[in-house]
């Protein structure tokens, strides 16, 4: 009892610190020195673009969105965003309008601006949505707010949404919305408020009818209590785990939690059945617990055993899946491409993006 209260203290002090979305840049589920998270951070480290965007979406009536207002406060969520650690650059429809409009005037740089006039706005706007068909719609009335990110981390993620949210409510009108968010890395921190508030709900709802069915069966709480709180601990332990391992909560491992209170309660169930049973029978408390893991232990075990043996391996060994894309996959971490049977050659953007 004194050493399971001890790691129980030890664990939750620890899974204090458990975050909620990806911990680390590219894909976590590939190792650091994977193919695609060394061209990942390659082409991050070189260029401004990246494949992590976050966007903010401004609405306004049709063929608004090219007009002065609502065209200077998309400029003015971009610079916020800009001044936010981890976004590499931004792209509006301003930009897109200050480039024709200095083109306009044989590039002179004093016209790189956002002029007042609405004639000015309507030419250049036009020529952009030819230019830029992925910056406006076919009324002219929804733009997005690109904001590249160096990484998905659960803290970059954080920083950036909560930069849009006080802009948002700040600058929000009727005829001018910023609505959140898109992109991939948008959806991304949505789902990451999603599954924060879904953590310890999902967990009160696994314990609480794991109780109740338990209380049911057995008919006593003494019973209730032998089966849960190993749970508990163990549930306490994973999150520590999580914690010391670099692994944050996130769609893919939500559900690993409630799955071992699911597949521990098996084994109490098993255990404890045959362990009342015995009791019935008038075999005081240690013969009983004997008897039943001798009649149920070794089942348990090996069902264990097989659970764990198909886990343990994963460390040791690389997927065919990725061994695959290694194998066809071009590299650019060098500088250059690198593909099998193929010559080397000068590097381009979306070399390894295939």
């Given at each position: 009892m004194a050493v399971s209260a001890i790691l129980?203290?030890?664990?939750?002090?620890?899974?204090?610190?458990l975050k909620i979305g990806d911990l680390d840049p590219g894909a976590p589920e590939l190792r650091p020195n994977s193919r695609y998270n060394k061209d990942n951070n390659y082409i991050t480290s070189n260029y401004s673009l990246s494949s992590d965007q976050f966007a903010v979406i401004l609405k306004t009536p049709v063929e608004g969105a090219i007009?002065?207002?609502?065209?200077?406060?998309?400029?003015?969520?971009?610079?916020?965003?800009?001044?936010?650690?981890?976004?590499?650059?931004?792209?509006?429809?301003?930009?897109?309008?200050?480039?024709?409009?200095a083109?306009?005037?044989?590039?002179?740089?004093?016209?790189?601006?956002l002029n007042r006039s609405q004639e000015v706005l309507n030419y250049s706007g036009q020529q952009s949505c030819f230019d830029n068909p992925d910056l406006i719609n076919s009324?002219?009335?929804?733009?997005?707010?690109?904001?590249?990110?160096s990484d998905h981390k659960a803290e970059t993620l954080s920083r950036v949404l909560t930069v849009a949210e006080e802009f948002v409510k700040k600058h929000t009108t009727k005829d001018r919305q910023f609505m959140l968010a898109a992109g991939s890395s948008g959806i991304e921190a949505a789902t990451n408020i999603v599954v924060?508030?879904?953590?310890?709900?999902?967990?009160?709802?696994?314990?609480?009818?794991?109780?109740v069915l338990c209380f049911i069966t057995f008919r006593s709480w003494r019973a209730v209590l032998v089966a849960v709180l190993p749970l508990v601990l163990t549930?306490?332990?994973?999150?520590?785990?999580?914690?010391?391992?670099?692994?944050?909560?996130?769609?893919?491992?939500?559900?690993?939690?409630?799955?071992?209170?699911?597949?521990g309660i098996d084994y109490a169930l098993?255990?404890?059945?045959?362990?009342?049973?015995?009791?019935?029978?008038?075999?005081?408390?240690?013969?009983?617990?004997?008897?039943?893991?001798q009649f149920t232990g070794k089942v348990v075990g090996l069902v264990g055993i097989t659970l764990a043996g198909g886990v343990i391996t994963w460390p040791c060994r690389r997927s065919n899946s990725r061994q695959i894309w290694e194998s066809s996959s071009p590299?650019?971490?060098?500088?250059?491409?690198?593909?099998?049977?193929?010559?080397?050659?000068?590097?381009?953007?979306?070399?390894?993006?295939?």
């Open positions: 129980a203290v030890a664990g939750f002090v620890v899974s204090l610190n007009k002065y207002a609502p065209l200077i406060e998309a400029d003015r969520l971009a610079l916020a965003l800009q001044q936010v650690p981890g976004v590499q650059t931004t792209v509006t429809m301003s930009d897109a309008i200050r480039m024709i409009t083109g306009t005037y044989d590039g002179n740089p004093k016209w790189y601006t009324t002219i009335s929804v733009t997005p707010v690109i904001a590249y990110l924060k508030s879904a953590n310890r709900t999902m967990l009160l709802y696994v314990y609480g009818a794991v109780i549930s306490i332990l994973c999150e520590a785990l999580m914690v010391a391992l670099g692994i944050g909560v996130k769609v893919a491992t939500l559900p690993v939690i409630a799955l071992g209170v699911g597949i098993y255990l404890l059945s045959m362990q009342l049973k015995y009791q019935r029978e008038g075999l005081s408390l240690g013969e009983a617990y004997q008897k039943a893991v590299s650019c971490s060098s500088g250059t491409c690198s593909a099998p049977s193929s010559s080397s050659q000068p590097c381009r953007t979306s070399c390894s993006i295939r």
